[in-house]
T-cell receptor
Framework: AQSVTQLGSHVSVSEGALVLLRCNYS??????LFWYVQYPNQGLQLLLK??????LVKGINGFEAEFKKSETSFHLTKPSAHMSDAAEYFC???????????FGTGTSLTVIP | GAVVSQHPSRVICKSGTSVKIECRSL??????MFWYRQFPKQSLMLMAT?????????EQGVEKDKFLINHASLTLSTLTVTSAHPEDSSFYIC??????????????FGQGTRLTVV
């Protein structure tokens, strides 16, 4: 079964600093991995997804993630944090046997002015 | 792009009453939709898979008689919280993926419904 683990339920960075949100996956086959962002009282918005075409994936709002098979990781990064990046971030894996998505526990990002 | 619409965004109901939440796929026909529940500051917990024209598949621990799911058409799934109690208060989110897509096709999420049972 596939699963993802997010290390760090809360991350605080200064405005302009590097953002690094960690996600590790567990899968016996190449996984379909995604990062979503959630603002308060809203649904989830896709940031980026791993498509197997490239290990470095660029998403919206300046975010990117690198798929590292050797580390079973798919960490999310952004070179320079903006105040508007403060939100909840979820790493997710899609089931290979269906359309279900399974989410990590989420990381709350705080950006300090 | 594909859009999933969820209604209502907020609902307050009295304990013992039932509440229906709708989830619509606007740009594609969804043979399956998913219902999630999210507690404050926590992740999304998959409750059930809604299957068009057949019974929903519930995750372990989810009461099927409490959370009734109906997927009567290819664009609409409904979740009815029956005999609601304060402990059912939560944020409910639906999602769907375009079945024409490949394995890396993302899930599209509704805006969520904040249910408060008083």
């Amino acid at each position: 079964a596939q699963s993802v683990t997010q290390l760090g339920s809360h991350v605080s960075v200064s405005e302009g600093a590097l953002v690094l949100l960690r996600c590790n996956y567990s899968s016996s086959v190449p996984p379909y991995l995604f990062w979503y962002v959630q603002y308060p009282n809203q649904g989830l918005q896709l940031l980026l997804k791993y498509t197997s075409a490239a290990t470095l994936v660029k998403g919206i709002n300046g975010f990117e993630a690198e798929f590292k098979k050797s580390e079973t990781s798919f960490h999310l990064t952004k070179p320079s944090a903006h105040m508007s990046d403060a939100a909840e971030y979820f790493c997710a894996v899609r089931s290979n046997t269906g359309n279900q998505f399974y989410f990590g526990t989420g990381t709350s990002l705080t950006v300090i002015p | 792009g594909a859009v999933v619409s969820q209604h209502p965004s907020r609902v307050i109901c009295k304990s013992g009453t039932s509440v229906k939440i709708e989830c619509r796929s606007l740009d594609f026909q969804a043979t399956t939709m998913f219902w999630y529940r999210q507690f404050p500051k926590q992740s999304l917990m998959l409750m059930a898979t809604s299957n068009e024209g057949s019974k929903a598949t519930y995750e372990q621990g989810v009461e099927k008689d409490k959370f009734l799911i109906n997927h009567a058409s290819l664009t609409l799934s409904t979740l009815t919280v029956t005999s609601a109690h304060p402990e059912d208060s939560s944020f409910y989110i639906c999602s769907a993926s375009d079945p024409r897509g490949t394995g890396d096709t993302e899930a599209f999420f509704g805006q969520g419904t904040r249910l408060t049972v008083v």
